[in-house]
């Protein structure tokens, strides 16, 4: 079966790049209305310099301000302004100094926190970003409009979605988007957020509502036909997955995350396409991991285990501790009759991750080829921590113990298997009469 975690991973990383940016304040200029917190300045400059800003004159702005800045350091309004000069001319690193000078002459100031606020999360830095937008909460924005408070509740919101540090509080999140909600109209933007949260907590039946809420108001939106395709996925409702995706390739086809989702619901479908598809992909971004690691999972899927592995091997070079690829290896290498090689495959992912019942799967499976009945057992006793035992299992466990000349477990063994399989291993079956007669015992 195609893995699907590998799909999450790499829709989330393509995905992560067309993340709606946090756009600077769509404040009025200085000058048009009193900034809240900024003193009204009664220089012939700053007022100059705020008839220009309306008018996006930025260089007769900028000379007015210096000049009154030489000998007016700390006026807050006019540094702020300065920034606001500064940031619209795509000058980030002097217009961040200037916010923060304004700051500094006032702390009180809700569009110098809000400002810079925002232009730290644009440059990606939220570790810094949100105290100040947490503040511009706090402040009275006056004049400026509670839209612009709503904008930084939706700043923080976008932040506590991700985190500071990767780790991304859901709940916080929707709390600040909640706290915009009630300074301003839902928009879009917000639905498709709120939809993206709920996603992200498990709350399913919730995201797809959101999402088709979205679409319903904008059939063309790609990121609410790829959010609600990966719920619709999810639920394994692949046919109306597919039908969405197609019909939103048909307006982005070079998508990337949009053409792994597809090529996730054919795979599922055992379509032929898949293959292709993700082969394509593939060719466009050869040195994406992820994509590499889809490739190689649907290879195996489609019985190519030498093609499958071919990818494994230049993963498993960047990452040679990664149980879950050390897995996926050993899985291919149990397939191409390399027993030896892959017992020391899930043998070190298992030790690795002794919680990956997989690993511990695979090699109570290749020890007993390897004639290693011992490690068969504690492979076995690990894996079912984990795992309820099935047919096969049961049967690994009676030749284990076969091999150990410990007749009694291994005809318990046998019958377990027996009483289970239902017809689906004659071989197997046949075996395990045998040897139950062979061991003495009663069948």
Sequence with gaps: MFRFALFFLLVASLAASAQEPVQAPAQNPPGSTPATGLPQSESAQVAEAESAIAKS?????ETALNLWLTSNPRDARALFDSGYV????????????????????????????????????????????????????????????????????????RIDQAGIKGAGDTAEASNDLIEALKLSPE?????????NLAEQAGQWDVAEK?????????????????????????????????????????QSADDPALTAQLATVLAAQDKAEALPLIQKLHDAHPDDPTITRMLAAVLADAGDYSGSDHY??????????????????????????????????????????????????????????????????????????????????????ATAYDNL?????????????????AGKFPDQEWQARQRIKLLGQKP
Excluded: C
């Design 210 to 250: 959101a999402y088709r809420r979205v679409l319903a108001n904008d059939p063309k939106s790609i990121d609410a036909a790829s959010g609600l395709s990966h719920v619709l996925i999810v639920g394994k409702q692949y046919p109306e997955a597919e039908t969405i995706l197609r019909t939103a390739l048909e």
């Design 57 to 61: 004159d930025w260089k007769t702005a």
């Design 405 to 421: 000349h410990q007749k009694e477990q291994a005809a318990a063994y046998y019958k377990l298997f027996l009483e289970s399989s």
């Design 312 to 397: 494994y091997i230049k993963l498993l070079a960047a990452k040679p501790n990664d149980p879950e690829l050390l897995v996926a290896e050993g899985q291919n290498l149990v397939h191409l009759l390399r027993y030896a090689d892959a017992y020391a495959v899930f043998n070190k992912a298992s030790q690795l991750d002794q919680g990956n019942a997989e690993a511990w799967s695979g090699l109570a499976f290749a020890a007993s080829r390897t004639g290693h009945p011992d490690v068969t057992l504690h492979a076995l006793t690990m894996r079912s921590k984990y795992l309820p035992e099935v047919p096969t299992t049961y049967f690994l466990w």
């Design 86 to 157: 500064a940031d619209a001319q795509n000058r980030p690193a002097d217009a961040r100094d200037l916010y923060r000078r304004a700051i500094d002459a006032d702390p009180k100031s809700f569009e110098a926190h809000l400002s810079l606020g925002l232009l730290l999360a644009r440059q990606g830095d939220a570790e810094n970003a949100r105290p100040e937008l947490a503040i511009a909460t706090t402040l009275d924005p006056g004049d400026s409009g509670s839209a612009l408070k709503a904008r930084a509740w939706r700043a923080l919101a």
């Design 187 to 195: 928009t879009p933007a917000d639905t498709l957020l709120a939809a």
